[in-house]
């Protein structure tokens, strides 16, 4: 089956970096988006980051500046600089459209997340 593996997350002071990883495994034909979703305690998730295999880039405003998103086939990337108390949340790692040989519709997958935690 699809899943997503995610790394990178910690605990890092106001001002630092980290660099979130997410890598899909499987059968997987390809994979038309992939992204970067966050949920901080009471909160809603919410999309931080995405890109399509042709290119296309969506970064949520709170972020631009900041974060920076890339992708390597079916391993999306997430630099995180800059941080601030407020990025503090479980970041989710997003595949969308993906086609595999498990099925014969578009799947979207999403990985099991990984903590930021940014201390002031």
């Known amino acids: 089956q699809v899943q997503l593996v995610e790394s990178g997350g910690g605990l890092v002071q106001a001002g630092g970096s980290l660099r979130l990883s997410c890598a899909a495994s499987g059968s997987i034909f390809t994979i038309d988006a992939m992204g970067w979703y966050r949920q901080a305690p009471g909160k809603q998730r919410e999309l931080v980051a995405a890109?399509?295999?042709?290119?296309m880039r969506n970064v949520t405003d709170s972020v631009k500046g900041r974060f920076t998103i890339s992708r390597a086939k079916n391993t999306v990337y997430l630099q995180m600089n800059s941080l601030k108390p407020e990025d503090t949340a479980v970041y989710y790692c997003?595949?969308?459209?993906?086609?595999?040989?498990?099925?014969?519709?578009?799947?979207?997958?999403w990985g099991q997340g990984t903590l930021v935690t940014v201390s002031s």
């Open positions: 890109v399509t295999s042709g290119g």
């Open positions: 997003n595949a969308d459209r993906v086609k595999s040989n498990y099925g014969s519709r578009d799947l979207e997958v």
